[in-house]
């Protein structure tokens, strides 16, 4: 069974700084794109930054910037820099991944949020 945990959420004020990781564990044989999302209250489930296993990254236009997506594929580690945060960046993030496991295949796997909120 593969698993993502997420690490690094909580409160900060406006212009400071967090750090998300994002661990995958379980049967896996390999892992391919792993991204960030998130989701604000009555708002959808937006992509934040995603990353390739060969390390290509891509950002939503807002985040370009202030954020950055990295990996550690030894650790099987996602994260994720956000730098001069803002109130509108405040929302749970979301780890996501697709992962070839040994007896399941290829699926896309989620974790299970970690709260952002930027205020002062």
């Known amino acids: 069974q593969v698993q993502l945990v997420e690490s690094g959420g909580g409160l900060v004020q406006p212009g400071g700084s967090l750090r998300l990781s994002c661990a995958a564990s379980?049967?896996?044989?390999?892992?391919?794109?792993m991204g960030w999302y998130r989701q604000a209250p009555g708002n959808q489930r937006e992509l934040v930054a995603s990353?390739?296993?060969?390390?290509?990254?891509n950002y939503a236009d807002s985040e370009k910037g202030r954020f950055t997506i990295s990996r550690d594929n030894a650790k099987n580690t996602v994260y994720l820099q956000m730098n001069s945060l803002k109130p509108e960046d405040t929302a749970v993030y979301y780890c996501?991944?697709?992962?070839?496991?040994w007896g399941k295949g290829t699926y896309d796997y989620w974790g299970q949020g970690t709260q952002v909120t930027v205020s002062s």
């Open positions: 996501n991944a697709r992962i070839w496991s």
């Open positions: 379980g049967s896996i044989f390999r892992i391919y794109d």
């Open positions: 990353i390739t296993n060969g390390g290509s990254t």
